[in-house]
Nanobody, 127 residues
């Protein structure tokens, strides 16, 4: 089992940047594929980005491409989400999630593909 703790959220002006971190417990972090999701008030939790176990391959939703970057440091048991050029519509609670086996097909998009979730970190972008 793995526990995930997100940090790095906050209040930022439109056009600004934030770097989210997700620290994982345990000694097998490198065996988990990781993802970031977000949930705005009144909306469903949606996929933002994912990264494979080695960190070599990343996936993004269209709204994140070119603005957000997911990365991981397996030595530090941490996955990151760099948020640049933030917009008011990016405001949400951001969650990291871990999947025990490799992604296949496009299942990185699905919440059901992940086994563990963090508690989330709030990102608020003022316009």
């Amino acid at each position: 089992q793995v526990q995930l703790v997100e940090s790095g959220g906050g209040l930022v002006q439109a056009g600004g940047s934030l770097r989210l971190s997700c620290a994982a417990s345990g000694r097998t972090f490198s065996s988990y594929a990781m993802g970031w999701f977000r949930q705005a008030p009144g909306k469903e939790r949606e996929f933002v980005a994912a990264i494979d176990r080695s960190g070599a391959v990343a996936y993004y939703t269209d709204s994140a491409k070119g603005r957000f970057t997911i990365s991981r440091d397996n030595a530090k048991n941490t996955v990151y989400l760099q948020l640049n050029s933030l917009k008011a519509e990016d405001s949400a609670v951001y969650y990291c999630a871990a999947r025990m086996i490799a992604f296949y097909g496009r299942n990185y998009y699905s919440r059901d593909a992940y086994n563990y979730w963090g508690q989330g970190t709030q990102v608020t972008v003022s316009s």
